[in-house]
């Protein structure tokens, strides 16, 4: 596929999973952002577009291990690899991650003052992420398979109490955006998890977590707002 600056980053994320890496590397928001063209995601991120054209073009073969869902995969089978896959990772890395914030703000938070505004921010997202999934699970992603089984011969979907799958999905819409908000404001905080000269290996360990976190966040969101919500909003019409 050929990019220019106008192409919509959404767009490219979905053609391969090289260019998903190369704006993930350039830090251009892919998944709360993708509606937007790739120069204004470049001026956002302060990086040259023509300089990521030229990676895009480099990288369009790439393989990123791991990404076995795309446009095609049937959305049982997406809500369950992201159930299973992002979902399981946050409850997994929420404790471990906030264990370490407490560790290394009770030793270095005297002199890294920055590290009581990241412990503070991280549980924000925790909270928010932990009740978000909860409604995907409880209410969203049932449906979302509801409609599916009727797609495909299965019994109708009983009208649900939200009206259209559109209501839920914009509140999930909005509620990734503020995680990857409050996710941009920790890279910030911690100098883009810029690890001090004399912080300790469980330091080292905080940061990295958070740089995986936030990365999983990425792709998280990318799978719901790029691929299984608009698929979803489409089979609903279809269905209805």
């Known amino acids: 596929m050929s990019f220019t600056s106008e192409t919509k980053v959404n767009e490219i994320a979905l053609s391969n999973p090289g260019a998903r890496q190369v704006l993930e590397n350039a830090g251009i928001d892919y998944c709360c952002g993708g509606t937007r063209s790739l120069h204004e995601a470049c001026l956002s991120a302060e990086v040259p577009p023509a300089d990521i054209l030229e990676k895009l073009r480099q990288n369009s073969e790439a393989v990123v291990p791991g990404d076995s869902q795309g446009m095609s995969a049937p959305l049982a089978d997406l809500t369950k690899h992201i159930r299973e896959r992002h ?27 920055e590290l009581n505004e990241i412990e503070r921010l991280f549980g924000d997202v925790a909270h928010e992420m932990l009740t978000h999934m909860q409604k995907e699970e409880l209410i969203l992603f049932p449906y979302i398979d509801a409609l599916e089984r009727a797609a ?31 996710m941009r404001q920790i890279r910030k905080a911690s100098g883009g998890y810029a690890v001090p000269a004399d912080g300790c290996t469980s330091y080292q360990a905080a940061y990295q977590g958070l740089e995986e976190f936030e990365k999983d966040l990425h792709l998280h969101v990318h799978l719901e707002n790029n691929i299984l919500f608009p698929r979803a909003v489409q089979l609903e019409a279809a269905v209805a």
């Not at 990772?89 to 003052?113: F, Q």
Request: hydrophobic share 35%; net charge positive.
């Open 87 to 113: 979902h399981q990772y946050v409850r997994e890395a929420v404790p471990r991650l906030r264990a370490l914030l407490v560790k290394i703000r009770e030793k270095h938070g005297s002199k890294h003052t």
């Open 152 to 182: 495909n011969g299965g019994a109708a979907v009983e009208p649900p109490f939200f009206g259209t799958v559109r209501n839920p999905i914009s509140v999930m819409m909005k509620e990734h955006d503020s995680a990857g908000d409050l």
